[in-house]
């Protein structure tokens, strides 16, 4: 009965000195960047500040977080989600996830945003690069669509052919 209560004794020490060394707290989900946690910060004081939730979106991105990315995105407020360069982020987030099918229509809603208008000038809020970008991206995620493709991961030599016939016809506009 004595090395019972022994026993017992010495595994409950070495339980409390396992759960006081932290080594069964998890590991972070991001890397430990400096560039991140202020971001976080600003994003929380301004929720509804389109260029900081694309910075942030961004640094997700970057820290190869595509699911924070797109969390965020899809939950930021109305100013800052219906912004045309966060829904291009929210689409690369998507493609990056492997659901091309859902980042097709996102990115088409932002080339028919940013399409030049009467006076031949984009839509306020898109430049040209953008606007290059995401009739790029569209194009290819047609052809991805197209060939049953989501994610590029998943099948590079599909995802291969989809690009090349996205990318063969070369078009020039002249003025």
Known sequence: MRALAYGVTVMI???ALWVLSGTQRSGS???VTDSIRPLEAEVAMQPDNPATTRMLAQAYLDA???GLARVLLESAPGRARADVR???ILARALLDLGRADLALPVEVGVVNDCQPRA???LAPGCDSVLFASAVRRTSIMREMVAVGVTDVLAHPEASLIAYENATREARVRLE
Do not use: E, F, K, W
């Open 13 to 15: 020490g070495i339980g």
């Open 29 to 31: 989900v991001l890397p």
């Open 64 to 66: 190869l977080q595509p």
């Open 86 to 88: 966060t829904r291009h």
């Open 119 to 121: 006076s031949d000038a």
